[in-house]
């Protein structure tokens, strides 16, 4: 039974897309999902107690589905549509979801500010229509999985999938105002999720509130024998009974949270950060402590190198996956001119790559190749990849619970916190024009603050932290040990009752 | 069976310094030049399904792209998820050549743009292979060498592609894409073209004993690169050249001769023999000329960017499969010859007969072993020695009835070896059929030499009855089928013996009563017999056989005219 009067998503998607462009393609319903018609005739299918019965769920282009095309909005695979679905999609349709359409994102998951993108720019909600400012400048959703933000923003969808390498749910989820959630490397199954950056790849969940995104993740969060990188159900169950266990020390109330220990790492207020962040992090810190939780300094040294190791990583792994793309077995083809160099097959593909991929996908084929080069390899690849083992180490010492996948330390210790909070993103959703376009490094220096805890494999959601003196809004991001998401997203919960 | 004992040649600083492993052997095709070889074996792994994809091995002839998931294709979204039976079948065969088996390997991807590789990259083991360090001993037709294995490594088949030169397009086949291979790769131990074709053959031979692959050259279920360099003998070696997909051992020894040839000239038109190098290249064979033919030289060498691969992880084997594996793993070749020769003294060739055999047999998926319907392994060498084991042994009750015994009597193995190459294959041939289509069963055998051992059948009969059981496959008993057809030999083993009233037999001897018949249908050869004409006797004994269907013993018929003439000339 819906608990809620179904919202007409469908309606606000025809109200508000065409501005927002959040979806790339919509579907219309199969039948009205609250219909005795399609109870009767859903034999085998999900019935009204399915726990996402009639959910509308937008899904990120990057993410296959059968009936629906899967451009990863690029050029390459404009016309593509997947002959099967991703598994996280197909348990949505087995939870009673009603997939409304798939949505705008950076070209592959690569970029900040989903302006790279063959569908166009995705319009930050918040910058225009009611309540915005009249002539005001139209904002970024952010990046990469911009179009799954603003479209929960939009009140387009109960809630999305996303994917996040380097911090592209909660970058986004922080500029339009709404919970994003990068679960624990290895819970949400990444088969039929288009690869960017395998090792880093996750997929998560965008919806209005705690709650929703909650309902959605326990939904996804079984294991896939068809993604190699899934853990299994014993470590996945350790892991949940250990964060429970912390839990019963501190979760007995709304009213108190003694014994919560959050810590709060020294390296994650950089210089360029807006200062009103610094505030309404300091008040949501403040607003926790104030409820009993007993604030901790920490330091994670290694957070410095974070950022350089990750795209290192990220731009290797992606030249690597960008590689099927050469227009034989599927995708755009551009046939070689006449006279063209044909001696080499690399030669005959470059017409095809050049024309199908976007100028920032380029950039990253080009930087991962090099780092992967023979005289390169030890100097960027090997020494990024020793770079992530000391961000994780940086995640395992400060974090009271151990790693239940076997890190390098076990056991608990003491004055270990049970979860990080800081500041999701150095400033508010930037503007389309001027300072927050495609300049440069600046883009990459967005990511600063999300991509240790990919490259540790640790959850982190963005929750609403206020607005900025901008009228925008600031995220503060709760990262926790591996598999603790239950601890993480009760905090949020939390935070959500104070801001 | 105990098999942990095989012992280690020496220790692996030792085994690195490759050129005083073996003494210089002087070749008058090449007098004062040392020859060093080493070679690349990419193995395609006998596995019902692909290394990483559940799409099935397909044979040749299939038609093209039937045999390909999402997966093969590269599509999108798509992860590897690896085949354990692949795995174990590597682990087989490395432990096989007496590798040290890794307990932590890694997949790494190799990138290369062509079109017979979808994904862009071949999944490999470039820096942690799963075996290091083994040894293959190589038996040539006059020595037995050793030959180090450097590694063994898995990784994906490519894609076939067929170029057609007039329309100047590929045709792209994925139904090899992703197949498991496993790259063997040896050290610089091969020192003649002669070496390295007994190598490749020793490596089949071996490769189908454990039922990893069917190192079938021809169908590119084996391909071999070949490096090869010359060097004045006392100098160190010389600068190595690498002949790519060479496809049959023919063709391998050819193209190591172009190329010594090939390098013995340029170092010899040097005039300082002290700088003289040959230029490091990477090298064809063209099959119709038989020469090598250059691909790319050491400058155009491509970077194939390895990078770990990010799916894969740690391929993490615990001791104990490994010695799971180790305990059942299948005899070897050498092993094979060794006991064929002590337990039952067969000659070389005999041997080399039965494994020839062996080898025609079709290797099973998944490394399953050689079984019949009933379970019965049925490659020619386990089938030799169920029948020496005395499978389905006959035995004679004290009245002379032949019966089944349960306590099995070993036979002759130089008995069991002629019947099985010159009757039975003999026949099979005949038939057009070869080992692996027989159905006679190796107690069926037995008991057919049992038979006659006996003389419970005649030669002439047994022969009859192979025949008619090749036709006529069945479960009976061959014991049951000569009585069905009337086979039991008249007079089985009895001239001394004429009268037997037992059941079963007339009151009569039959062969008594058939020889008293020809005697008395034959006056003119009895009296021609009586004159001195000794040889007109055979008339007489083949009127016996012809009349008894081959069933009489032509000595014994033989014996019994002759007393019976003898009595009559006595009256």
Redesign the interface.
Request: some cysteine.
């Given at each position: 039974m819906l608990k809620r009067p179904n919202p007409d998503w469908r309606r606000a998607i025809a109200e508000k897309n065409a501005t927002i462009n959040a979806f790339v393609y919509t579907k219309p319903p199969q039948a009205n999902p609250n219909s005795e018609i399609r109870k009767s005739v859903s034999l085998n299918g999900p019935t009204d107690d399915a726990p996402l019965w009639g959910r509308g769920i937008a899904i990120k282009d990057n993410?296959?589905t059968a009936d629906m095309p899967?451009t990863?909005s690029s050029k390459m695979?404009r016309d593509?549509t997947?002959?099967?679905d991703?598994t996280v999609v197909k348990l949505l349709r087995e939870a009673g979801a009603d997939i409304l359409g798939k949505t705008n994102c950076d070209e592959f998951g690569m970029g900040s500010l989903n302006i790279n993108s063959v569908h166009g720019p995705v319009i930050n909600p918040l910058s225009v229509g009611a309540g915005a400012d009249a002539g005001a400048e139209p904002r970024s959703a952010g990046g990469s999985s911009g179009g799954s933000a603003a479209a929960v923003a939009a009140g387009m969808c109960f809630g999305s999938l996303g994917t996040d390498t380097g911090g592209s749910i909660r970058l986004p989820a922080s500029y339009c105002g709404v919970v994003g959630l990068k679960p624990s490397y290895g819970l949400l199954s990444?088969?039929?999720?288009?690869?960017f950056?395998?090792?880093l790849d996750c997929v998560g969940v965008l919806a209005k509130n705690v709650q929703d995104a909650k309902a959605i993740f326990d939904v996804l969060n079984v294991y896939d024998?068809?993604?190699?990188?899934a853990v299994s159900d014993e470590i996945r169950k350790r892991a949940d009974e250990r964060t429970r266990e912390r839990m019963s020390v501190w979760n007995r109330g709304s009213e108190s949270l003694q014994g919560l220990r959050i810590g709060v790492p020294q390296e994650y207020f950089p210089s360029d950060m807006a200062p009103f962040i610094l505030e309404r992090v300091g008040h949501v810190i403040s607003g926790l402590q104030a409820l009993g939780a007993e604030v901790v300094p920490v330091s994670m040294p290694s957070t410095s190198y974070a950022l350089s190791a990750y795209y290192v990583i990220a731009s290797?792994?992606a030249?690597?996956n960008?590689?099927?793309y050469?227009g034989?077995?599927?995708g755009m083809q551009v046939r070689p001119p006449p006279g063209a160099d044909m001696t080499?097959?690399?030669r005959v593909?470059s017409h095809t790559r050049s024309g199908g991929f976007g100028r920032e996908v380029q950039k990253r084929i080009l930087l991962g190749?090099y780092a992967?080069?023979?005289d390169a390899?030890d100097n960027y690849?090997l020494q990024a990849q020793k770079v992530r083992q000391l961000v994780k180490d940086d995640f395992d010492k400060v974090f009271v619970v151990a790693d239940q996948r076997g890190g390098r330390q076990s056991g608990e210790k003491d004055g270990g916190v049970d979860v990080l909070i800081h500041a999701s993103a150095i400033r508010t959703a930037p503007n389309m024009r001027g300072d927050g376009g495609d300049v440069g490094l600046t883009t990459y220096v967005q990511d600063v603050l999300t991509v240790p805890a990919s490259l540790a494999g640790v959850p982190a959601i963005n929750a609403y932290g206020g607005i900025g003196d901008d009228g925008f809004p600031v995220g503060v991001s709760v990262v926790g040990q591996w598999g603790s998401e239950a601890s993480v997203l009760r905090v949020c919960e939390i935070i959500a009752s104070i801001v | 069976m105990l098999r942990f004992c095989r012992p280690r040649v020496c220790s692996l600083p030792l085994r690195r310094r490759f050129h005083n492993v073996r003494e210089h052997i002087h070749d008058e095709r090449w007098p004062g030049w040392q020859v060093i070889i080493g070679i690349e074996t990419h193995a395609q792994i006998k596995s019902r399904q692909k290394l990483f994809s559940y799409a099935l091995n397909t044979d040749l002839g299939k038609p093209p792209n039937t045999h390909v998931t999402?997966f093969d294709?590269?599509?999108?979204?798509?992860?590897?998820?690896?085949n354990n039976k692949c795995v174990d079948l590597a682990i087989r065969t490395a432990l096989a050549l007496q590798c040290n088996v890794q307990t932590r390997s890694s997949f790494d991807?190799k990138?290369y743009?062509?079109?017979d590789l979808?994904?862009?990259?071949q999944i490999t083991q470039h820096y942690a292979p799963i075996a290091l360090n083994g040894q293959l001993d190589v038996t040539s037709s006059n020595s037995i060498f050793p030959v180090r294995i450097k590694q063994l490594q898995l990784e994906q088949d490519t894609a076939k592609s067929t170029f057609h030169a007039r329309t100047k397009t590929a045709q792209?086949d994925l139904n090899r894409t992703g197949v498991g291979l496993m790259e063997i790769v040896t050290e610089p131990d091969i020192r003649s073209p002669e070496e390295a074709g007994a190598y490749v053959r020793s490596l089949q031979a071996l490769l189908r004993a454990v039922g990893a692959s069917d190192g079938n050259m021809e169908q590119g279920s084996l391909r071999c690169d070949v490096n090869v360099s010359v060097n004045r003998v006392g100098q160190p070696p010389g600068t190595r050249c690498e002949i790519k997909n060479l496809n049959s051992v023919r063709f391998m020894m050819a193209a190591i001769i172009y190329e010594i040839h090939r390098q013995k000239a340029i170092l010899e038109l040097t005039p300082d023999p002290a700088t003289a190098t040959v230029p490091q290249e990477t090298r064809g064979f063209d099959e119709n000329t038989f020469e090598t033919f250059r691909l790319r030289s050491k400058e155009d060498a491509p970077?194939y960017?390895?990078?770990p691969d990010?799916?894969?992880?740690v391929l993490v084997l615990s001791e104990e499969r490994i010695s799971n594996i180790f305990l059942n793993l299948p005899e070897l070749p050498d092993e094979t010859r060794a006991r064929l020769k002590e337990q039952h003294g067969l000659s070389d060739h005999d041997i080399e007969v039965l494994q020839n055999i062996d080898s025609g047999h079709g290797v099973r998926f998944d490394g399953e072993e050689p079984r019949d319907e009933e379970g019965i392994s049925n490659g020619a060498i386990a089938y030799f020695d169920q029948v020496c084991a005395g499978v389905g042994s006959l035995t004679q009750r004290t009245d002379g009835t032949p019966t089944e015994v349960t306590a099995p009597k070993a036979r002759d193995p130089k008995v069991v070896m002629n019947w099985m190459t010159h009757e039975l294959l003999g026949k099979l041939a005949a038939r057009k059929e070869s080992f692996k289509d027989n159905k006679l069963s190796a107690a069926q055998l037995g008991q057919l030499l049992d038979l006659i051992e006996n003389k419970i059948i005649t030669r002439s009969s047994s022969k009859l009855l192979l025949r008619h059981m090749l036709e006529n496959p069945t479960l009976k008993s061959t014991l049951q089928v000569a009585q069905d057809l009337k086979l039991i030999a008249l007079s089985h083993g009895s001239a001394h013996a004429p009268s037997n009233t037992e059941a079963g037999y007339s009151e009569q001897d039959p062969l008594e009563h058939l020889c008293e018949q020809a005697v008395a249908a034959l006056p003119a050869e009895v009296e021609s017999y009586c004159r001195g004409n000794v040889n007109v006797i055979n008339r007489i004994v083949g009127r016996v056989m012809k009349d008894s269907r081959g069933r009489a013993d032509a000595q014994n018929a033989r014996n019994i005219i002759e007393r019976l003439i003898t009595k009559a000339t006595q009256r």
């Open positions: 993410i296959c899967t990863c695979l593509f997947s002959p099967f991703a990444r088969w039929g999720v288009v690869s950056a395998d090792s024998d068809k993604d190699p990188t290797a792994e030249s690597s960008m590689a099927r050469d034989v077995e599927y080499k097959t690399a593909y190749t992967l080069t023979a390899y690849f | 999402v294709a590269a599509f999108p979204g798509t992860l590897p998820k690896l991807r990138h743009f062509y079109s979808p994904s862009g990259y792209i970077d960017r390895y990078m990010p799916n894969l992880g």
